[in-house]
């Protein structure tokens, strides 16, 4: 049996741009704890800037420009789910101002959506996108929800 750790870990890693940590910690505890199968094993989430994930997109996906989230499964066993996220703040950012939401909705979207493809979720051909997209937006209004209907005191510090 595994020891108990911290399953998910966020770190900001933007050079300027911070973000709340426990807001998307409280996120993809929803999200991992939801989906079943394997037991969260660790999952880091990097929240970073548009030169990492095209360092990242180019040296292990083989594309040089820059891209919203990559999501890299980490664990070799079936037993626990270990991987990482990376989500660009710069391209969060100008996604929210492009699709007209707030800049916190548009990087709950992309973390969601890098924890979805670690679970195997896959966004490459029509019906299998529909269904993942679909999963991403019923994980955020939940979120949202719950965030909505939390005592106010609860709620400092997201």
Known sequence: MREKRDMVRVFNA??????????IKRLAELVLGSEG???PGEVNIVLCDDDRLQELNRRFLGHDYPTDVVAFPLGDGPDALDGEVYVSLDRAEEQARTVGVSFENEV??????GLLHLLGYDDRDGDAATQMHARQEEYLRLFEGRQAAAPAGSKRGN
Not at 14 to 23: D, E, I, M, S
Not at 108 to 113: D, E, I, N, P
């Open 108 to 113: 709950c979207r992309l973390v969601v959506h």
């Open 14 to 23: 933007h050079p300027r741009r911070r973000f709340l940590v426990r807001r």
């Open 37 to 39: 199968g394997r037991e």
